[in-house]
């Protein structure tokens, strides 16, 4: 089966960092995502990581470790604009094609 | 820019009809997707598709069916709309390759009296 978790509600204050994570147990592992969704809003694609390391994409980093099966992103000087559910979801490999098991959500308020 | 355009942002209807949700995207992708949002319960997938007239069941087929007649739409059908089908329905695609990430509609906010 497929096991995505991660932290349901996380609070930090503007200006801060906050690293949300990610682990996947997966019976195939194709590259990991992160979505970022906005409360009545469509999910937006942030990152996408397949190798171990870290990516980074202007204030928002990725990290991935395969052999640990864990993500975390990383969002620094954060802006009350970076309120919003954060999604983490695993890409399956043969058979499950390009369909992504995703993670509940850390739902991310930043206070001022 | 992708666009993945669902037919209603909200909708209302009753009890045992059928209910058809149209998604359209403009990119050429192989793979569409249909998933519900409720909260606490994440996005789950109910059908997917990765090429025309094929499909594969998600993890909460019942009660839903899907047609997908051309490349660029994929149809979600309630074919006996019940209350616990009240939900978020959000529809994305994606292309073949495995980098790549799925782009989602706007959804539509089902609601079943």
């Known amino acids: 089966g497929q096991n995505i978790d991660q932290p349901t509600e996380m609070t930090a204050t503007e200006g801060a960092i906050v690293q949300i994570n990610c682990t996947y147990q997966?019976?195939?592992?194709?590259?990991l995502f992160w979505y970022q969704q906005h409360a009545g809003e469509a999910p937006t694609f942030l990152s996408y990581?397949?190798?171990?390391g870290l990516e980074e994409k202007g204030r928002f980093s990725s990290f991935l470790s395969r052999s640990k099966g864990y993500s975390y992103l990383l969002l620094k000087e954060l802006q009350m604009k970076d309120s919003a559910s954060y999604l983490c979801a695993v890409k399956g490999r043969g058979s499950t094609l390009g369909r992504l098991y995703f993670g509940r959500g850390t739902q991310l308020t930043v206070w001022p | 820019d992708v666009k993945v355009t669902q037919s209603s942002r909200y909708l209302v209807k009753r009890t045992g009809e059928k209910v058809f949700l149209e998604c359209v995207q403009d990119m050429d992708h192989e793979n569409m997707f249909w998933y519900r949002q409720d909260p606490g319960l994440g996005l789950r997938l109910i059908y997917f598709?990765?090429?025309?007239?094929?499909?594969e069941k998600g993890d909460i087929p019942e009660g839903y069916s899907v047609s997908r007649e051309k490349k660029e739409r994929f149809s979600l059908i309630l074919e006996s709309a019940s209350t616990n089908q009240t939900s978020m329905y959000l529809c994305?695609?994606?292309?073949?390759?495995?980098?790549?990430?799925?782009?989602f509609g706007d959804g539509t906010r089902l609601s079943i009296l």
């Open positions: 994305a695609s994606s292309p073949i390759q495995a980098n790549q990430p799925q782009h």
């Open positions: 997966t019976s195939g592992f194709n590259g």
């Open positions: 598709s990765y090429d025309v007239k094929m499909k």
């Open positions: 990581n397949v190798l171990d």
